[in-house]
């Protein structure tokens, strides 16, 4: 088939990511019911069998018995071709999967995610077009970094629902971050009363192995550690008070560290390919316990002498090749020489530049593997950073592909601790298309593939939403303190947020999100992921009680100061339609976060245990409650002020609202 005819062919299958090649043959469908039927009777692969009943049962496709009707042919066969290669080829006698050998099946779980996604609806019926798929990865490894230790745990069943999704896009690599939330049963005070026991380790690494997914555990083993350092018993480990820094210092601060990583190790049912030992961020280091150690030996050489124990441990523990953060040792690039080269740099860079290729070839030329980390750009976020995230994602595994780095290592954080990750998909999704297909991700193909593929929906309002939500965050670039979630909860008030609305678009930013409200709101929840569809309404909702925020601030002030000009005894009726139409704004603030408490809170339950999510949901509780105080003072001002004496203090005195605070001195 002509090129162009493969491209037309590949576009209007909306596949994610999408293939190398693929040929359609015109005509030729294969009911998707007997396909499943098929499977089901004689997987291929256990894992990606499941994949493709999961989402098809989704979708309505029920597995159609043959009867008289001639069985579908299953047939696996070798293949050459580069790692991680496979060919699907469906046609009336059924299902061929191609792969190489020693793949582990991997290409076969790839080719069947690639099956799950072709199913097409025909009228009442549903069908496979019959087609000849070739493909391959770009980057060998394709691992999500998730970020459950600061806030949102995730439930076991939320657990295997990002496993199976991240598989179902090709990623081949998870990898939970954990500074104090591992069960460690010789140090399990740190843990969350629902923490991660080594159980569960087990469990989650032997469900991942199911789908071709490797289990890369990421424990912090320098900095990062408040978990921990701020019980007593390890606080003479810190190196500040109760900090967030191991000291070098004090030789117990290893061996707790050896305890974390060979109890994680043990309760592997088999050895990872790699463990990531965090180590970013050191900048305590030198500044408490290990002051003296570090201006005698200097700040570099005591930090590349914890990177080598560690790394060593984990090497002679057989917990694969160690992972490390890029920054702290990208400062010391003279102290290459000293790393074992079996050592991974995870090289991570979340701003929006012109190149990463600097850092990249910074590592490249130490002789170091390394895995290029772009970010979701979720944290402190009502939803992520979309417009810098995408670019972030694109410019820099483009870049890493070109250089073959040896994958991806795509970053969720939660540093706010009330960020969901049922909102990061977008991104996620765009970074594993991005580290399988050998180009760059054309980011408007890719909003066009996203609802067919990610939702199982042919509604692509889903993607203007996206892009709604999308052009909401971009909105608040314009105010310095642009992060949604610091200006959600911010008191628009705040002396020193006076000026916020007059730099944001108020009416642009609530336009945009109750577009994606209306759409979400009448709309029939997607088959696939429709709690990911809820989390977008959410927010969508949100940003639009920031803006609604803001305007409330500014009209309860102009009606109260119409009232206060009118306050003279002779137009009392002005002086109250102020008063109460004031009022009864602060009570309109207080409906729209009441409403939007429960919405968080099922939200959260979808996906996260009960820690921390009274600490999330509190602050609805205490902003409504602000709102009913200055509501209750309004009230106040009637009875105690007008009435008793036909006089108005101003409009702050009335609310208690603190004066600016001085500027610094330069």
């Given amino acids: 088939m002509h090129l162009a005819a493969l491209a037309l062919a590949s576009a209007a ?59 579908l042919g299953l047939e696996l066969a070798a293949a050459a071709g580069p790692p991680g290669s496979y060919e699907l080829r469906v046609d009336g006698a059924g299902v061929v999967v191609r792969h190489r050998l020693d793949d582990g099946g991997e290409g076969v779980l790839d080719a069947l995610a690639t099956l799950a996604q072709l199913a097409r609806r025909d009228g009442a019926r549903w069908s496979v077009p019959c087609v000849t798929v070739r493909d391959a990865p770009a980057l060998r490894w394709r691992i999500l970094s ?69 289990f890369v555990p990421e424990q912090q083993t320098f900095a990062h550690m408040h978990q921990t350092l701020r019980l007593e018993r ?35 049912p088999q050895p990872p390919p790699f463990f990531h030992i965090g180590s970013d961020e050191p900048s305590d280091l030198g500044r408490g316990r290990a002051k003296a150690l570090v201006a005698e030996r200097g700040e570099g050489p005591v930090f590349a002498r914890h990177v080598v124990q560690t790394a060593a441990f984990v090497i002679a523990r057989h917990g694969g090749r160690p992972l490390i953060w890029d920054d702290a040792l990208a400062k010391h690039p003279e102290l290459f020489a000293q790393l074992p080269k079996s050592l991974v740099f995870v090289n991570w860079h979340y701003g929006t530049e012109k190149t990463y290729q600097p850092y990249i070839d910074r590592i490249a030329h130490g002789g170091f593997a390394q895995l290029v980390a772009p970010g979701a750009l979720n944290w402190n976020e009502i939803y992520p950073n979309l417009d810098a995230a995408v670019p972030n994602i694109d410019r820099f595994v483009t870049e890493g592909k070109a250089s073959h780095v040896l994958g991806l290592f795509q970053t969720v954080w939660h540093d706010d601790g009330e960020s969901l990750f049922e909102a990061t998909w977008y991104p996620v999704v765009y970074a594993a298309a991005s580290a399988w297909e050998r180009d760059s991700v054309e980011s408007d193909r890719f909003a066009a593939d996203f609802p067919a593929a990610f939702f199982g929906t042919s509604d692509a309002r889903y993607a203007s939403d996206i892009a709604a939500l999308g052009l909401c965050r971009t909105l608040l670039r314009a105010n310095p303190r642009e992060y949604g979630d610091y200006l959600f909860w911010a008191d628009p008030l705040a002396p020193d947020l006076a000026g916020v609305a007059d730099t944001l678009d108020l009416s642009a930013l609530r336009l945009a999100a109750e577009g994606a409200m209306a759409h979400l709101r009448l709309a029939a929840p997607p088959p696939l992921h429709p709690n990911a569809a809820a989390v977008m309404a959410l927010a969508a909702r949100r940003y639009d009680a920031l803006g609604r925020a803001f305007q409330i601030a500014r009209e309860a002030r102009a009606y109260y100061d119409d009232a206060r000009a009118n306050a003279d005894g002779k137009h009392d009726g002005l002086v109250f339609r102020g008063l109460n139409v004031s009022k009864y704004l602060f009570w309109e603030q207080r409906d729209a976060l009441l409403e939007l408490e429960p919405l968080v809170r099922a939200a959260w339950e979808y996906e996260d245990r009960p820690s921390h999510e009274e600490s999330v949901l509190e602050r609805y509780h205490l902003a409504a409650q602000r709102a009913i105080d200055r509501a209750d003072r309004l009230s106040d001002a009637v009875y105690r002020d007008y009435i008793a004496t036909k006089h108005l203090p101003p409009f702050d005195e009335v609310l208690g609202i603190a004066a600016p605070r001085p500027a610094a001195s330069p």
């Fill in 234 to 268: 390890y606080a003479p480990l810190a190196e500040l008070p109760h900090g967030y820094l191991l000291s070098p210092e004090n030789p117990a601060g290893e061996s707790y560290v050896r305890d974390l990583i060979g109890d994680e190790l043990a309760a592997l």
């Fill in 13 to 71: 299958l909306h596949l994610v990511p999408r293939p190398a090649a693929v040929s359609v043959l015109p005509a030729c469908r294969v009911e998707a019911g007997r396909i499943l039927a098929t499977l089901e009777r004689a997987p291929l692969d256990r894992g990606g069998t499941e994949l493709v009943a999961e989402r098809w049962k989704a979708l309505g496709i029920r597995p159609q018995p043959a009867g008289l009707r001639a069985t």
């Fill in 146 to 214: 998730d970020d459950v230790s600061r806030g949102p745990l995730p439930t076991m069943r939320y657990f295997e629902e990002r496993i199976r999704t991240i598989a179902s896009f090709k990623m081949n690599g998870y990898s939970p971050y954990m500074e104090g939330v591992f069960v460690d049963p010789k140090h399990p005070l740190s843990a969350p009363l629902d923490g991660i026991t080594p159980q569960e380790l087990r469990e989650l690494a032997t469900y991942a192995a199911r789908f071709h997914v490797a």
